[in-house]
């Protein structure tokens, strides 16, 4: 049975905005996008949102639904009581470019600053083998739909406008981590995790996997075992003896 859901929703750009309130049909089994795109269709015409396949798959509609970060096509109506207020707000990390549309080209930037896979140079394409179990170490990091909702909750930056240069956020610390797990990769990532990408910034407050709509560990598969690395090779003393008689 159809009934009227109360949507309060951010309107604005990066200037100004204010929330407003509207009251929209809704239909069992909905999800918020479905309210969204009701409320385009009879009321707002001009409303801004940003999504693409409502399946979960293309990561586009990321927005903050009663405070906490999710993806619209995925939140079902039947999370909310009838009579409750249904707010929803851009992601609060990234510039607001109108409504509900956030612009998160810092992502792309941090994406572009990792180096590639790097196999060994004597091993030619096709030559490649590795264990099943490293394989499926990196899938569970390889469901990641780059939505940006583990990036948006993480203090880190969420806070503090001012990390974004130095801390390349949870998404970016996994992709090193997915990398230098990776038996075939003969780069190492674990000085430039630390120093160039922000490693040390994160302290395993573990919102980003709380938030990750694909359920990636992120915080205990990548993050915490990544940190691990690092420590071992900034603290071992015979790897900090080598370093000093042969790394002059
Ligand atoms: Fe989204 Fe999860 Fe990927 Fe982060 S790790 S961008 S929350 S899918
Ligand atoms: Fe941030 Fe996740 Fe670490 S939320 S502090 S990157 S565990
Ligand atoms: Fe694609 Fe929501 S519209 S994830």
Redesign the pocket.
Known sequence: MGYEAKLRVWRGDDGAGELRDYTVEAEEGEVVLDLIHRLQATQAPDLAVRWNCKAGKC?SC?AEVNGR?RLLCMTRLSVFRREEVITVTPMRTFPVVRDLVTDVSY?YVKARQIPSFTPPPELEPGAYRMQQVDVQRSQE?R?????????N?CHVIRDHEENKTAFAG??FL?RIAELEMHPLDAADRRDEAQTEHGLGYCNITKC?TE??????H?TDNALIPMKERVADRRYDPVVWLGNKLFRR
Not at 211 to 216: A, L, R, T, Y
């Open positions: 990561g990321s970060p992502n990091f469901k990641c739909i780059e939505c940006f909702l583990c990036q909750v949870p998404r996994m980003c938030v990750c709509p694909e359920n990636i992120i």
